[in-house]
């Protein structure tokens, strides 16, 4: 389309110019992390209290189910976001990464608590690990112990901004 | 409004015609169009459904359901589905890779196929096929190999185990399945669907047939493998059953079968039980629609109010209950009909 003279007098960029003419200019990759950033299936790992946590925020009273993120899948395969929800042991460790490794991309982590964050107080003992950060990327902590549901909440709004920025 | 879609296909046809197309020819690209469009209906149907049944699951369990995005949490579904487009498709190095990848497939031609023959209206079925019944469960039972198929190709025990669980559930849930479909065909005398319809135009066959109306629900819920009967997909004990190792769309496509079995079974429901599109004011096309919805609305409601019963609680439960209930309502209304037409009536 033909651009008028007067639209380019007031020094917008080419794009400002055409949204003037209802025409929105925009990427695929904009379009998909719209739809990712509201569609987090989840895939759970947890020792003992997060999960209470998180159980209690998939119930009647918080309901995760309101942001759509209430699909927990029992299958790694069809999950996008692995909540790291308690300490990882040695032991346990390549298991998690070998689940991490089975979800298909493009995938989130999200290290909920102070065990999956820092090690929290087993932090110094020798059986494990100081936090989720050292066996893969994670893109969210939420600190607490256990984090309230709405923290748990407040985490997974962050990383909703995260993926739409495509900062991921 | 009565007439509307037959009546386009009529003037589209003779439009062909017209055109100087061999009748032929012109009675082809129609059913061409006929397909199509129930191929994006029910596509489209199925973003609906999974956004109902979300919708369902949370009022059931004093939850809110999805209501972030759009009105109502409409638009979610349609977010799940563009991110389900996008996400790696992972073919285990160890699976039977064609298997593997046709077993979806064929599962959604299938279901697709089903409502070749399933009356949306007042003549509005695709084809009229005589033995219209008779294809509607020979099809439906083919569903199990492509479980089987999905199982077996995906090289996973859990896979495996879920596919021999919905194997065991589907072939014993058949025989009650036809069985109490017999019920209506013997008072209707046709095994053709658009007939069946016809012959409710006094009473709706549920008023004659309850029993056998319930014992085609209970194994119509076994046959789609929906809860409480979802043994194969067992989350807690079989991680996803059949569908373990499915990522993406693959995966996305058993879900689309499945809810489009769950359209068709609950509009065959509609047909043989409720009279099919017929009631008062409304065209038929629209009742039917309604009649299938409010159908699905109690499939889904049986399914979040009832716990998952055991495998071999629901193998003894189709072998010892549902079969000779069957029987005996074949048994029962063929007395009926014997003593009724003795009286003359």
């Given at each position: 389309m033909v651009l008028n003279e007067a639209d380019t007098r007031d020094g917008s960029s080419d794009v400002e110019q055409l949204e003037k003419h209802n025409i929105i200019v925009t990427t695929l990759e904009k379009i998909w992390n719209w739809s990712r950033a509201r569609s987090f299936w989840p895939l759970s790992y947890g020792c003992n209290c997060c999960p209470i946590e998180m159980m209690a925020s998939g119930a009647a009273r918080f309901d995760i189910a309101r942001y759509g993120y209430e699909v927990f899948r029992a299958s790694p395969r069809q999950a996008d976001l692995l909540i790291v929800a308690g300490p990882i042991t040695l032991k346990m460790a390549p298991v998690v990464k070998r689940v991490y490794e089975q979800m298909p991309s493009p995938k989130w982590v999200l290290a909920m608590g102070n065990c999956a964050t820092s090690g929290g107080p087993f932090r110094d003992g020798y059986s494990i690990l100081p936090g989720a950060d050292t066996l893969f990327k994670v893109d969210i902590f939420v600190p607490g112990c256990p984090p309230r549901p709405e923290a748990l909440f407040h985490g997974l709004l962050e990383l909703k901004k995260k993926v739409e920025r495509g900062d991921y | 409004m009565e007439h509307l879609f037959t009546n386009i296909a009529q003037i589209l046809t003779s439009w062909m015609v017209s055109l100087g197309l061999p009748p032929i020819w012109a009675d082809l690209i129609l059913l061409i169009g006929q397909w199509t469009i129930i191929v994006v209906i029910v596509t489209l149907n199925v973003i609906v459904l999974v956004w109902l049944e979300r919708k369902i699951s949370g009022f059931i369990q004093e939850r809110l359901g999805p209501n972030r995005l759009g009105p109502f949490g409409a638009f979610q579904t349609i977010a799940d589905a563009m991110k389900l487009l996008t996400k790696e498709d992972i073919i285990p190095s160890q699976a039977d890779r064609w298997i593997f990848m046709t077993a979806p497939m064929l599962f959604i031609v299938i279901a697709v196929m089903l409502y070749a023959v399933l009356p949306l209206g007042q003549g509005m079925e695709v084809v009229d096929l005589n033995v219209g019944l008779f294809y509607f469960i020979s099809l439906g039972s083919l569903s199990t190999i492509c479980l089987l198929m999905a199982g077996w190709g995906s090289n996973n025990k859990w896979s495996l185990l879920g596919a021999m669980r919905s194997v065991a559930q589907m072939i014993s849930y058949e025989i009650p399945l036809a069985f109490s479909l017999l019920g209506v065909v013997m008072l209707a005398g046709s095994l053709n669907l658009s007939e069946i319809v016809t012959a409710q135009n006094r009473y709706w066959f549920i008023l004659l047939q309850p029993v056998a109306f319930l014992t085609y629900f209970i194994a119509a819920t076994a046959e789609l493998n929906r809860?409480?009967?979802?043994?194969?997909?067992?989350e807690q004990e079989l991680t996803a059953g059949a569908y373990t190792e499915y990522t993406g769309m693959r995966w996305a496509l058993f879900f689309l079968a499945e809810y489009t079995n769950l359209v068709a079974v609950s509009a065959l429901a509609a047909t043989l039980f409720f009279g099919g599109g017929q009631g008062p004011w409304l065209p038929s096309w629209l009742w039917i629609i309604i009649k299938t919805y409010l159908i699905m609305l109690v499939f889904m409601w049986m399914k979040w109010t009832f716990p998952r019963i055991r495998m071999d609680h629901l193998m003894s439960f189709s072998w010892k209950v549902l079969i000779p209930v069957s029987l005996a309502n074949i048994l029962i209304t063929g007395l009926g009909i014997e003593f009724f037409r003795g009286m003359g009536w």
């Open positions: - | 809860g409480p009967f979802d043994m194969p997909e067992a």
